[in-house]
């Protein structure tokens, strides 16, 4: 039995990319049910764009309060059995849903499905500027947020993402979702492709107080977890 898949899209002045990243869900081989974009206070033209763009998605706009709280708002806001998301600069190949969707029938005991991906330098970047972005290339297992395909009810179980960390929230998440015996699968095949450029997520600079106090606070509660498992508390 198929079920709904709800793809859920975090976009931040993202007008330059989000219609590359569109067509590459409406190019899927198993199409989606739902898409939301929400619109996290973009200043620049990600609204038009969206509402231009032939897939049709439902948007919602809010003020700026970061991915993870826009990753929230748009689970909030769909219906599918099975989440899907996707950054608005990144990109899937043509058969990832449905090569998501199949291992789920083959494995009905999995509750997330990740893939592998690999990392694109984006087409705009000088080649003079591309020598400085920092990055692992190749193909890699992704654990992202981007590969991943999860039922429902493993966030009504865990609760959302924590928008008070700035970085880290779904490593923050992954954590609490291993620890409670959440069934991973991750395939093998490379199907999600991550846009580099200055100006995204991992080439940010980020304020280094605010990154460290971030990954130590998600370092503390993994171990606190762990320690609750070990005891019988968790």
């Not at 859920?8 to 409406?26: M, Q, R």
């Not at 999600?192 to 600079?205: A, C, D, E, V």
């Not at 998600?218 to 320690?227: D, V």
């Amino acid at each position: 039995m198929q079920n709904n898949i709800s793809v859920i899209i975090p976009a931040f002045n993202a007008e330059k990319t989000l219609s590359e990243t569109l067509d590459s869900i409406l190019a899927q081989t198993r199409k989606a049910d739902e898409v939301i974009i929400v619109n996290d206070g973009s200043t620049d033209d990600t609204e038009k764009v969206a509402s231009r763009h032939p897939l049709a998605p439902v948007i919602i706009s809010t003020v700026n309060r970061g991915a993870s709280a826009a990753i929230n708002e748009g689970i909030h806001h769909s219906h599918g059995e099975l989440l899907a998301f996707v950054d608005a600069d990144d990109l899937w190949e043509a058969n990832k849903l449905e090569f998501q969707e199949n291992r789920f029938d083959e494995k009905p005991e999995v509750e997330v499905v990740l893939t592998h991906m690999e990392p694109f330098i984006c087409s705009s970047v000088p080649q003079s500027s591309s020598r400085n972005l920092v990055f692992k290339s190749g193909p890699q297992p992704g654990y992202l947020v981007g590969t991943m395909l999860c039922h429902r009810d493993v966030f009504n179980r865990l609760g959302s993402l924590d928008v008070s960390l700035k970085t880290g929230y779904f490593i923050e998440w992954f954590d609490r979702a291993k620890t409670a015996g959440v069934s991973f699968y991750m395939l093998p095949d490379v199907l999600m492709k991550r846009r580099i450029r200055p100006g995204t997520l991992s080439q940010r600079t980020v304020n280094q107080n605010t990154l460290s106090n971030d990954f130590v606070e998600i370092a503390r509660r993994s171990i606190i977890r762990k320690r609750g498992l070990n005891d019988g508390t968790v």
